[in-house]
């Protein structure tokens, strides 16, 4: 490793943000909602006034699961933890869970965001997303 990362979806996660890892999703004024990720027009009434918005980096565990099979095209780590983390505002993002022992996690646990370690390039780039830890873990 080089010591260098960078997110595996710019749009979407920028590991390096002012306070720590953010999400990039969506804001309409229309509908009061927001969305992840972000879309051209709201995906709960269509309306095109959808702005750039930061989400929340707290949240609670809604429900969740443990991958262990690696899916197609994946080289990261397995297990892993999969899931639903709902935040402050009522958006339920789909996420990676640091904890991948489905047993030690249980509904309604606070949770916060974290760039996590998915792969490593070639040249030695660690390969970030974002996934939620336990609130008790997170860094």
């Given amino acids: 490793?080089?010591?260098a990362q960078r997110?595996?979806?710019?749009d979407l996660f920028d590991p390096d943000g002012n306070d720590g890892p953010v999400l990039h999703g969506g804001y309409s004024?229309?509908?009061g909602l927001h969305h992840f990720p972000r879309f051209a027009r709201c995906p709960y009434?269509?309306?095109?006034d959808v702005e750039p918005a930061e989400l929340p980096t707290t949240g609670t565990l809604f429900l969740w699961t443990a991958v262990t099979a690696p899916p197609?095209?994946?080289a990261g780590p397995v297990p892993f933890g999969f899931?639903?983390?709902e935040l402050p505002n009522g958006l339920r993002v789909i996420t990676?869970?640091?904890?991948?022992?489905?047993?030690a996690l249980q509904a309604g646990a606070s949770m916060r965001l974290v760039a996590d370690v998915v792969a490593v390039d070639d040249d030695g780039t660690e390969v970030v997303a974002w996934a939620f830890a336990p609130e008790?873990?997170?860094p």
Wanted: aromatic content about 4%; proline content about 16%; cysteine-free.
């Fill in 29 to 31: 004024p229309t509908s």
């Fill in 1 to 3: 490793m080089n010591g």
């Fill in 136 to 138: 008790s873990s997170a």
């Fill in 83 to 85: 899931g639903v983390v």
């Fill in 7 to 10: 997110s595996i979806a710019p």
């Fill in 45 to 48: 009434t269509g309306a095109d």
């Fill in 72 to 74: 197609p095209g994946y």
């Fill in 96 to 103: 990676r869970i640091t904890e991948p022992d489905p047993t």
